[in-house]
């Protein structure tokens, strides 16, 4: 079983920046179809941010980050990344990588229930 490791995560103020790694350990990404980015705050249902298909990068957000979160993938480094910018303090949560090997997941990538692996997440917390 590859194992999802996130990085990068931590405390950044309102407008600041922050990308998130995820990186294959054990094994590569290329026996999954698709990578996403899901995130969830206290209290709240993991919501869909990004999703990247590995083969060929073809991208998926949520409405609401579209324009301020960027997905990319470097297929050499076995790492899928996620450019956050004009951070909110709306955007604290604990952001999770996840892998999807099936085809069914690719299509439909804003569900978890698309994902049969996940990293053990990274803290975001933007302050005001």
């Known amino acids: 079983q590859v194992h999802l490791v996130e990085s990068g995560g931590g405390l950044v103020q309102t407008g600041g920046s922050l990308r998130l790694s995820c990186a294959a350990s054990g094994g590569t990404f290329s026996n999954y179809r698709g990578l996403g980015w899901f995130r969830q705050a206290p209290g709240k249902e993991r919501e869909f941010a990004a999703a990247?298909?590995?083969?060929?990068?073809?991208?998926t957000y949520a409405d609401s980050l579209k324009g301020r979160f960027t997905i990319s993938r470097d297929n050499a480094k076995n790492t899928v990344y996620l450019q956050m910018n004009t951070l909110k303090p709306e955007d604290t949560a604990v952001y999770y990588c996840?892998?999807?090997?099936?085809?069914?997941?690719?299509?439909?990538?804003?569900?978890?229930?698309?994902?049969?692996?996940w990293g053990q997440g990274t803290q975001v917390t933007v302050s005001s």
């Open positions: 996840a892998a999807t090997s099936s085809t069914w997941g690719i299509l439909r990538p804003q569900y978890p229930q698309a994902y049969n692996n």
């Open positions: 990247i298909t590995w083969s060929d990068g073809t991208t």
